[in-house]
Protein backbone atom coordinates (compact mmCIF):
# COMPACT_ATOMS: atom_id res chain seq x y z
CA UNK A 1 0.00 0.00 0.00
CA UNK A 2 1.48 3.21 -0.98
CA UNK A 3 1.61 5.69 1.36
CA UNK A 4 -0.18 9.05 1.37
CA UNK A 5 2.37 12.09 0.94
CA UNK A 6 1.44 15.47 0.79
CA UNK A 7 3.07 18.84 -0.67
CA UNK A 8 3.14 22.17 -1.76
CA UNK A 9 0.26 24.33 -0.97
CA UNK A 10 -1.95 20.83 -0.16
CA UNK A 11 0.56 20.36 2.97
CA UNK A 12 -0.59 23.17 4.79
CA UNK A 13 -4.20 21.99 4.65
CA UNK A 14 -5.20 20.43 7.84
CA UNK A 15 -6.45 16.52 7.50
CA UNK A 16 -8.43 14.62 8.99
CA UNK A 17 -7.19 11.71 11.16
CA UNK A 18 -9.95 9.04 12.76
CA UNK A 19 -8.90 7.55 15.99
CA UNK A 20 -11.00 4.45 16.83
CA UNK A 21 -11.39 2.99 20.27
CA UNK A 22 -13.55 0.02 21.24
CA UNK A 23 -12.80 -1.43 24.98
CA UNK A 24 -11.10 -0.28 28.19
CA UNK A 25 -7.40 -1.22 27.19
CA UNK A 26 -7.68 0.81 23.75
CA UNK A 27 -8.88 4.29 26.08
CA UNK A 28 -4.83 4.11 28.12
CA UNK A 29 -3.71 4.15 24.83
CA UNK A 30 -5.05 6.32 22.91
CA UNK A 31 -5.29 9.07 25.62
CA UNK A 32 -2.01 10.46 25.67
CA UNK A 33 -1.85 10.26 21.45
CA UNK A 34 -5.26 12.47 21.33
CA UNK A 35 -3.24 15.57 23.72
CA UNK A 36 -0.19 15.08 21.31
CA UNK A 37 -2.63 15.63 18.53
CA UNK A 38 -3.74 18.97 19.79
CA UNK A 39 0.22 19.88 18.59
CA UNK A 40 0.12 19.73 15.12
CA UNK A 41 -3.41 20.96 14.90
CA UNK A 42 -2.23 23.07 12.24
CA UNK A 43 -1.70 19.58 10.21
CA UNK A 44 -3.92 17.20 11.56
CA UNK A 45 -7.36 17.22 12.59
CA UNK A 46 -8.33 14.18 15.33
CA UNK A 47 -11.92 12.79 14.49
CA UNK A 48 -12.13 10.01 17.64
CA UNK A 49 -14.59 7.14 16.95
CA UNK A 50 -15.88 4.71 19.98
CA UNK A 51 -17.50 1.66 18.24
CA UNK A 52 -19.34 1.46 21.57
CA UNK A 53 -17.56 -2.60 22.01
CA UNK A 54 -17.26 -1.54 25.59
CA UNK A 55 -20.69 -1.32 26.24
CA UNK A 56 -20.92 0.12 29.98
CA UNK A 57 -21.53 3.70 29.20
CA UNK A 58 -21.12 4.35 33.34
CA UNK A 59 -17.29 2.73 32.79
CA UNK A 60 -16.74 4.28 29.19
CA UNK A 61 -17.87 8.15 31.04
CA UNK A 62 -15.32 7.28 33.95
CA UNK A 63 -12.57 6.23 32.01
CA UNK A 64 -12.71 9.44 29.39
CA UNK A 65 -13.41 11.60 32.35
CA UNK A 66 -10.26 10.04 34.04
CA UNK A 67 -8.12 9.89 31.21
CA UNK A 68 -9.09 13.37 29.71
CA UNK A 69 -10.39 11.65 26.57
CA UNK A 70 -12.71 14.29 24.35
CA UNK A 71 -16.26 13.45 23.39
CA UNK A 72 -16.50 10.78 20.89
CA UNK A 73 -16.89 12.73 17.54
CA UNK A 74 -18.94 9.67 16.77
CA UNK A 75 -20.40 6.54 18.50
CA UNK A 76 -21.41 3.56 16.57
CA UNK A 77 -23.09 1.90 20.05
CA UNK A 78 -22.17 -1.51 18.70
CA UNK A 79 -22.55 -3.36 22.24
CA UNK A 80 -22.01 -7.13 22.79
CA UNK A 81 -22.30 -10.05 20.54
CA UNK A 82 -20.15 -12.79 19.65
CA UNK A 83 -17.09 -12.03 17.96
CA UNK A 84 -18.71 -12.52 14.44
CA UNK A 85 -21.41 -10.26 15.06
CA UNK A 86 -19.68 -7.81 16.79
CA UNK A 87 -16.85 -7.68 14.12
CA UNK A 88 -19.90 -7.33 11.42
CA UNK A 89 -21.72 -4.82 13.32
CA UNK A 90 -18.90 -2.56 13.61
CA UNK A 91 -17.80 -2.88 9.79
CA UNK A 92 -20.97 -2.19 8.63
CA UNK A 93 -21.29 1.11 10.82
CA UNK A 94 -17.77 2.47 10.16
CA UNK A 95 -18.00 2.88 6.48
CA UNK A 96 -20.54 5.41 6.60
CA UNK A 97 -18.16 7.15 9.04
CA UNK A 98 -15.24 7.06 6.39
CA UNK A 99 -17.29 8.04 3.61
CA UNK A 100 -18.82 11.25 5.87
CA UNK A 101 -15.29 12.16 7.00
CA UNK A 102 -12.57 11.47 4.28
CA UNK A 103 -9.58 10.84 6.37
CA UNK A 104 -6.00 10.88 5.17
CA UNK A 105 -5.93 7.63 7.30
CA UNK A 106 -7.18 5.50 10.11
CA UNK A 107 -5.18 4.85 13.65
CA UNK A 108 -6.17 1.46 15.79
CA UNK A 109 -4.84 0.80 18.93
CA UNK A 110 -4.17 -3.03 20.41
CA UNK A 111 -5.80 -6.31 19.49
CA UNK A 112 -9.92 -5.75 20.25
CA UNK A 113 -12.15 -6.53 17.35
CA UNK A 114 -13.04 -2.61 16.90
CA UNK A 115 -8.99 -2.84 15.76
CA UNK A 116 -9.52 -5.28 13.30
CA UNK A 117 -12.80 -4.21 12.13
CA UNK A 118 -12.67 -0.75 11.44
CA UNK A 119 -8.80 -1.75 9.52
CA UNK A 120 -10.38 -3.85 7.16
CA UNK A 121 -12.57 -1.36 6.15
CA UNK A 122 -10.16 1.45 6.16
CA UNK A 123 -7.82 -0.69 3.67
CA UNK A 124 -10.70 -2.25 1.41
CA UNK A 125 -11.42 1.93 0.86
CA UNK A 126 -8.10 2.56 0.07
CA UNK A 127 -7.47 4.19 3.20
CA UNK A 128 -4.51 3.98 4.95
CA UNK A 129 -4.00 2.38 8.34
CA UNK A 130 -2.05 3.03 11.16
CA UNK A 131 -1.24 0.59 14.05
CA UNK A 132 -0.64 1.11 17.44
CA UNK A 133 1.06 -1.65 19.61
CA UNK A 134 2.15 -3.25 16.11
CA UNK A 135 4.28 -6.66 16.56
CA UNK A 136 3.29 -8.28 19.98
CA UNK A 137 2.51 -12.11 19.47
CA UNK A 138 1.42 -14.96 21.82
CA UNK A 139 2.26 -17.63 19.28
CA UNK A 140 -1.39 -18.86 20.35
CA UNK A 141 -3.89 -18.54 17.47
CA UNK A 142 -6.65 -20.23 20.33
CA UNK A 143 -6.47 -16.39 21.90
CA UNK A 144 -9.02 -14.12 19.77
CA UNK A 145 -6.60 -11.45 20.23
CA UNK A 146 -3.86 -12.93 18.74
CA UNK A 147 -5.61 -13.20 15.17
CA UNK A 148 -6.47 -9.73 15.68
CA UNK A 149 -2.76 -8.55 15.61
CA UNK A 150 -1.60 -11.09 12.78
CA UNK A 151 -4.37 -9.58 10.64
CA UNK A 152 -4.14 -6.13 11.55
CA UNK A 153 -0.66 -6.13 10.96
CA UNK A 154 -0.82 -7.37 7.74
CA UNK A 155 -3.14 -4.74 6.22
CA UNK A 156 -1.60 -1.88 7.91
CA UNK A 157 0.00 1.13 6.29
CA UNK A 158 2.26 1.73 9.01
CA UNK A 159 3.20 -0.38 12.20
CA UNK A 160 4.19 1.49 15.39
CA UNK A 161 6.05 -0.90 18.25
CA UNK A 162 6.55 -0.73 21.92
CA UNK A 163 9.42 -2.94 21.99
CA UNK A 164 12.06 -3.87 19.57
CA UNK A 165 11.55 -7.61 19.23
CA UNK A 166 8.07 -6.73 17.69
CA UNK A 167 10.30 -5.51 14.72
CA UNK A 168 11.18 -9.52 14.68
CA UNK A 169 7.92 -10.15 14.89
CA UNK A 170 6.64 -8.56 11.94
CA UNK A 171 10.04 -9.58 9.88
CA UNK A 172 9.19 -13.21 9.72
CA UNK A 173 5.57 -12.06 8.67
CA UNK A 174 7.52 -10.56 5.63
CA UNK A 175 6.94 -7.14 6.49
CA UNK A 176 9.78 -4.78 6.09
CA UNK A 177 11.21 -1.89 8.19
CA UNK A 178 9.61 0.22 5.49
CA UNK A 179 6.39 -0.09 7.31
CA UNK A 180 7.84 -0.73 10.86
CA UNK A 181 8.24 2.77 13.57
CA UNK A 182 9.62 2.09 17.27
CA UNK A 183 7.81 4.65 19.15
CA UNK A 184 7.41 3.42 22.83
CA UNK A 185 4.62 1.74 25.11
CA UNK A 186 1.96 4.64 24.72
CA UNK A 187 -0.12 3.10 27.21
CA UNK A 188 2.99 4.01 30.29
CA UNK A 189 2.18 7.41 28.46
CA UNK A 190 -0.93 7.09 30.53
CA UNK A 191 0.16 5.31 33.49
CA UNK A 192 2.97 8.06 34.24
CA UNK A 193 1.09 11.60 33.91
CA UNK A 194 -1.72 9.81 35.95
CA UNK A 195 0.68 7.93 39.00
CA UNK A 196 0.35 11.12 41.49
CA UNK A 197 -3.60 11.46 40.79
CA UNK A 198 -4.65 7.46 41.09
CA UNK A 199 -6.80 6.98 43.88
CA UNK A 200 -6.03 5.83 47.22
CA UNK A 201 -7.02 2.24 48.38
CA UNK A 202 -8.78 3.13 50.75
CA UNK A 203 -11.05 5.72 49.75
CA UNK A 204 -11.61 2.81 46.60
CA UNK A 205 -12.97 0.49 48.89
CA UNK A 206 -15.09 2.95 50.48
CA UNK A 207 -16.52 4.34 47.10
CA UNK A 208 -17.85 0.75 46.61
CA UNK A 209 -19.19 0.10 49.85
CA UNK A 210 -16.44 -2.15 51.61
CA UNK A 211 -15.87 -1.65 55.21
CA UNK A 212 -12.75 -3.49 55.26
CA UNK A 213 -9.17 -1.97 55.62
CA UNK A 214 -6.27 -3.23 53.80
CA UNK A 215 -2.40 -2.23 54.87
CA UNK A 216 -0.82 -0.73 51.43
CA UNK A 217 1.72 -3.44 50.35
CA UNK A 218 0.19 -5.98 52.24
CA UNK A 219 -2.47 -7.36 50.00
CA UNK A 220 -2.73 -8.87 46.71
CA UNK A 221 -4.83 -7.70 43.47
CA UNK A 222 -6.56 -10.39 41.47
CA UNK A 223 -8.15 -9.76 37.78
CA UNK A 224 -9.86 -12.54 35.49
CA UNK A 225 -11.36 -12.64 32.74
CA UNK A 226 -10.05 -14.43 29.31
CA UNK A 227 -12.30 -17.10 28.23
CA UNK A 228 -9.92 -19.48 28.22
CA UNK A 229 -9.78 -19.26 32.42
CA UNK A 230 -13.60 -18.30 33.26
CA UNK A 231 -15.22 -20.42 30.43
CA UNK A 232 -14.20 -23.70 31.58
CA UNK A 233 -15.79 -24.53 35.02
CA UNK A 234 -12.83 -27.27 36.12
CA UNK A 235 -10.13 -24.49 35.28
CA UNK A 236 -12.02 -21.48 36.93
CA UNK A 237 -12.34 -24.21 40.05
CA UNK A 238 -8.56 -24.58 39.81
CA UNK A 239 -7.65 -20.42 40.27
CA UNK A 240 -10.51 -19.72 42.67
CA UNK A 241 -9.06 -22.40 44.91
CA UNK A 242 -5.97 -21.42 45.31
CA UNK A 243 -6.85 -17.39 45.21
CA UNK A 244 -8.58 -18.88 48.53
CA UNK A 245 -5.40 -20.72 49.84
CA UNK A 246 -3.75 -17.20 48.64
CA UNK A 247 -6.18 -14.96 50.60
CA UNK A 248 -4.67 -17.05 53.59
CA UNK A 249 -1.78 -15.47 53.22
CA UNK A 250 -2.87 -12.10 52.25
CA UNK A 251 -5.83 -10.29 51.84
CA UNK A 252 -6.96 -10.49 48.36
CA UNK A 253 -8.73 -7.24 46.12
CA UNK A 254 -11.05 -8.99 43.23
CA UNK A 255 -12.60 -6.14 41.32
CA UNK A 256 -14.70 -8.88 38.92
CA UNK A 257 -15.75 -8.55 35.84
CA UNK A 258 -19.10 -9.49 35.22
CA UNK A 259 -18.74 -12.65 33.34
CA UNK A 260 -16.61 -13.67 35.97
CA UNK A 261 -18.93 -12.84 38.62
CA UNK A 262 -21.70 -14.84 36.47
CA UNK A 263 -19.21 -17.63 35.87
CA UNK A 264 -17.95 -18.16 39.13
CA UNK A 265 -21.52 -18.09 40.71
CA UNK A 266 -22.89 -20.74 38.27
CA UNK A 267 -20.27 -22.76 39.62
CA UNK A 268 -21.31 -22.74 42.91
CA UNK A 269 -17.87 -21.64 43.77
CA UNK A 270 -18.63 -18.27 45.85
CA UNK A 271 -18.08 -20.25 48.86
CA UNK A 272 -13.99 -20.52 47.76
CA UNK A 273 -13.65 -16.86 48.30
CA UNK A 274 -14.45 -16.20 51.98
CA UNK A 275 -15.75 -12.53 52.47
CA UNK A 276 -13.21 -11.67 55.21
CA UNK A 277 -10.08 -12.44 53.33
CA UNK A 278 -11.62 -11.37 49.58
CA UNK A 279 -12.88 -8.24 49.11
CA UNK A 280 -14.78 -8.67 45.95
CA UNK A 281 -15.51 -4.95 43.76
CA UNK A 282 -17.42 -4.21 40.90
CA UNK A 283 -15.47 -3.29 37.77
CA UNK A 284 -13.46 -0.49 38.51
CA UNK A 285 -12.24 2.70 36.99
CA UNK A 286 -9.02 3.90 35.39
CA UNK A 287 -7.17 6.11 38.68
CA UNK A 288 -9.18 3.52 41.18
CA UNK A 289 -7.14 0.47 39.37
CA UNK A 290 -4.12 2.60 38.97
CA UNK A 291 -3.84 2.96 42.93
CA UNK A 292 -4.98 -0.77 43.48
CA UNK A 293 -1.92 -1.79 41.23
CA UNK A 294 1.07 0.61 42.77
CA UNK A 295 -0.38 0.28 46.38
CA UNK A 296 -0.22 -3.72 46.08
CA UNK A 297 2.53 -6.34 46.99
CA UNK A 298 1.98 -8.89 43.52
CA UNK A 299 -0.72 -8.72 41.40
CA UNK A 300 -2.45 -12.09 39.85
CA UNK A 301 -3.94 -11.87 36.67
CA UNK A 302 -4.48 -13.21 32.95
CA UNK A 303 -4.81 -9.19 31.78
CA UNK A 304 -2.11 -7.57 29.02
CA UNK A 305 -1.70 -4.33 30.22
CA UNK A 306 -1.48 -4.99 33.49
CA UNK A 307 1.69 -7.07 32.79
CA UNK A 308 2.78 -3.97 31.42
CA UNK A 309 1.78 -1.98 33.89
CA UNK A 310 2.89 -3.78 36.66
CA UNK A 311 6.48 -4.11 35.05
CA UNK A 312 6.17 0.02 34.84
CA UNK A 313 5.09 0.26 38.37
CA UNK A 314 7.76 -1.98 38.98
CA UNK A 315 5.48 -4.38 41.26
CA UNK A 316 5.72 -8.23 41.03
CA UNK A 317 2.81 -9.64 38.44
CA UNK A 318 2.16 -13.08 38.24
CA UNK A 319 0.16 -13.95 34.84
CA UNK A 320 -2.31 -16.63 35.20
CA UNK A 321 -1.95 -17.77 31.52
CA UNK A 322 0.80 -20.46 29.69
CA UNK A 323 1.99 -17.51 27.28
CA UNK A 324 2.58 -13.89 26.90
CA UNK A 325 2.33 -11.39 24.17
CA UNK A 326 4.44 -9.25 26.23
CA UNK A 327 7.65 -10.94 26.89
CA UNK A 328 9.42 -8.21 27.73
CA UNK A 329 7.81 -8.27 30.57
CA UNK A 330 9.42 -11.18 31.72
CA UNK A 331 12.67 -10.84 30.06
CA UNK A 332 13.30 -7.26 31.63
CA UNK A 333 10.28 -6.77 33.75
CA UNK A 334 8.70 -8.02 36.99
CA UNK A 335 6.36 -10.07 35.90
CA UNK A 336 6.21 -14.17 36.08
CA UNK A 337 4.11 -16.32 33.62
CA UNK A 338 2.58 -20.00 36.29
CA UNK A 339 -0.21 -20.76 34.14
CA UNK A 340 -2.89 -22.45 35.68
CA UNK A 341 -0.95 -25.00 37.74
CA UNK A 342 -2.31 -24.09 41.45
CA UNK A 343 1.04 -25.63 42.72
CA UNK A 344 2.98 -23.15 40.54
CA UNK A 345 0.75 -20.18 41.96
CA UNK A 346 1.43 -20.98 44.95
CA UNK A 347 5.35 -21.18 45.35
CA UNK A 348 5.10 -17.75 43.21
CA UNK A 349 2.96 -16.39 45.72
CA UNK A 350 5.21 -17.98 48.09
CA UNK A 351 8.31 -16.65 46.44
CA UNK A 352 7.40 -12.96 46.07
CA UNK A 353 6.04 -13.20 49.98
CA UNK A 354 9.61 -14.25 51.12
CA UNK A 355 12.15 -12.21 48.77
CA UNK A 356 10.15 -9.22 47.53
CA UNK A 357 9.94 -10.92 44.07
CA UNK A 358 11.14 -9.64 41.02
CA UNK A 359 12.17 -5.97 40.55
CA UNK A 360 12.80 -5.67 36.95
CA UNK A 361 13.71 -2.42 35.29
CA UNK A 362 11.94 -0.14 32.35
CA UNK A 363 12.07 -1.29 29.21
CA UNK A 364 13.72 1.05 26.29
CA UNK A 365 10.88 3.71 25.37
CA UNK A 366 8.73 3.37 27.81
CA UNK A 367 9.52 6.92 29.14
CA UNK A 368 5.91 8.53 29.29
CA UNK A 369 6.95 9.88 25.15
CA UNK A 370 5.99 7.25 23.45
CA UNK A 371 2.57 9.73 21.96
CA UNK A 372 5.50 12.07 20.58
CA UNK A 373 7.01 9.64 18.99
CA UNK A 374 4.17 8.37 17.32
CA UNK A 375 2.52 12.05 16.14
CA UNK A 376 6.16 12.56 14.99
CA UNK A 377 5.87 9.68 12.64
CA UNK A 378 2.47 10.52 11.28
CA UNK A 379 3.76 13.37 10.37
CA UNK A 380 7.13 12.36 8.58
CA UNK A 381 5.37 9.63 7.00
CA UNK A 382 2.21 11.42 5.57
CA UNK A 383 3.52 14.99 5.89
CA UNK A 384 5.86 15.73 3.94
CA UNK A 385 8.31 18.71 4.43
CA UNK A 386 6.75 18.59 8.06
Known amino acids: MQSMMMSGDNALQTKTLVCVVGARPNFMKMAPIM ?45 SGSHAVQTA ?40 LIHVEAGLRSYDREMPEEINRILTDQIADLL ?79 LVRVIGDVAKKLPVIFPVHPRTQQKITQAGLLGELPDDRVIMLPPVGYLEMLGLMQSAKLVLTDSGGLQE ?34 AKIAQCVADVLSTGGKTGR ?25
Open 35 to 79: RQLQTVKHLIKPYLVHTGQHYDQAMKDTFFRQLGIPEPDKDLGVG
Open 362 to 386: IPEYWDGRAAERIVAEIVRRYFSGH
Open 309 to 342: ETTALGVPCITLRENTERPITVTEGTNTIVGTDP
Open 160 to 238: LTTERAASDNLHKEGIGDDRIGFTGNVMIDSLLNNCKQAEAVSDTLQKYGCKRTVDEKNYALLTLHRPSNVDDVDTLTR
Open 89 to 128: NIMLRFESVLDEVKPFAVLVVGDVNSTIACGLVAVKKQIP
